[in-house]
């Protein structure tokens, strides 16, 4: 497992030094794959409540209305269709990045377990959200999904009779189907913005948007994709008619190109087995204990910038407690600290260049006291600005 962390970090650090030639280190998108991919969830949540007022359910009212979305109104609505679906992949492709970031920068484990197992499940969504939205359109791409999921759950012992059954030909297919297709793709989104909210909640200040550039660059590369090499339909579906050559969307169907080498009872097998060793790696193995950061009152004059720079919320300023002329001391949550030293840097005694008299910083780490740090020559500059 430290193998595998350490091969990630090389290749995150790598990448991360092109970027910051590119961009900048305040614009690195690597810097902000959390916030970018809210930022894309939105932009596909903002598209999908437009495109909605054009759709109708139906079996033929379906694949039309998408393609009057498409074609006839090309300039708004099917620039909105595009953006809908390339912000859709750039999701998947920033949460992905952001899991492997974590992950090989080891910010799963301890305390910081709760991020880890929530965001986990927000895969799941995504994946929800993205194949309920291909059945939608119902050409020959969504004819292909419906029946491969349905044949998919079929392998699953919970229902009496085959779902698949709905798909053996145009006359078994009701309009039910869309309203149900519909219901999921709303639905969906809101569970997952829910599931995104309790993944923050964590952290004190969490940083949900990008910076004004990088979103705005971002809008306008997404804008002149969806210009340039529009999203359209293949087909209209017909199920007396077996599909034979369908363009593939690997972002969201690359399961769908195993069940051709993989039964599918096994391959729900590996998905959940995969699901699984992901939510218990915070504990594989689990994390040695740090001692949190201590406060010394007598260097302490409750001035609150340990508290303000807090990521994680484990400082809290209260009354007085020592009889010194101060409003106030901060006190560490051990619950809350992950010993990062943030709260170190930002203290104002916590100076290394002091020689005259002791360095006793406010508050500071035990095993990492700012001395032993100097004494020890480690450059001290991340600590200093709090990253």
């Not at 880890?116 to 291909?134: H, R």
């Not at 219901?183 to 969490?206: E, K």
């Not at 005694?349 to 100097?374: C, K, M, N, W, Y």
């Amino acid at each position: 497992m430290g193998t595998l962390k350490r091969f990630f970090r090389i290749l995150f650090d790598r990448a991360e030094a092109v970027f910051d030639l590119a961009f900048g280190q305040q614009l690195n998108p690597f810097a902000w794959l959390g916030a970018l991919g809210w930022y894309f969830f939105w932009i596909v949540f903002g598209s999908g409540i437009y495109l909605y007022v054009f759709f109708d359910t139906g079996i033929t009212d379906a694949y039309a209305s998408v393609q009057y979305i498409t074609n006839d109104q090309w300039y708004l609505a099917g620039v909105m269709r595009s953006l809908h679906r390339y912000a859709s992949d750039a999701l998947v492709v920033v949460v992905i990045l952001h899991i492997m970031r974590e992950f090989s920068l080891d910010r799963l484990r301890g305390k910081r377990f709760f991020a880890w197992v929530t965001g986990i499940p927000s895969i799941f969504f995504i994946y929800i959200c993205g194949i309920s939205g291909y059945w939608l359109v119902w050409d020959k791409l969504a004819q292909y999904v419906a029946i491969a999921t349905a044949e998919w759950l079929d392998t699953l012992p919970f229902f009496g009779e085959p779902i698949a059954n709905n798909f053996l030909n145009s006359s078994t297919l009701g309009g039910r189907f869309f309203t149900l297709m519909v219901f999921i793709h709303i639905f969906a989104p809101l569970f997952m913005l829910l599931l995104m909210w309790v993944h923050i909640q964590r952290h004190a200040r969490a940083r949900v948007n990008p910076p004004r550039q990088l979103a705005i660059g971002t809008a306008v590369m997404l804008i002149a994709l969806s210009l340039l090499h529009p999203a359209v339909s293949q087909a209209p579906a017909d199920l007396d008619v077996v599909p034979t050559e369908l363009g593939f969307d690997w972002f969201y169907l690359f399961a769908y190109a195993l069940l051709d080498s993989i039964p599918g009872g096994q391959l729900w097998l590996i998905i959940v087995g995969g699901f699984l060793l992901l939510a218990v790696m915070p504990w594989l193995p689990p994390e040695k204990r740090v001692p949190t950061a201590v406060v010394s009152l007598d260097n302490c004059n409750g001035c609150s910038r340990c508290f303000d720079d807090c990521p994680f919320g484990a400082i809290s300023m209260v009354p007085r407690s020592d009889g010194k002329a101060y409003d106030s001391e901060a006190v560490v949550n051990a619950d809350n600290c992950l010993s990062c030293g943030i709260c170190v840097g930002a203290c104002p005694t916590a100076t290394p260049f002091r020689r005259a008299t002791a360095i006793v910083p406010g508050i500071e780490l035990p095993d990492h006291s700012i001395v032993q740090l100097r004494d020890a020559g480690v450059c001290l500059r991340p600590l200093w600005h709090g990253s």
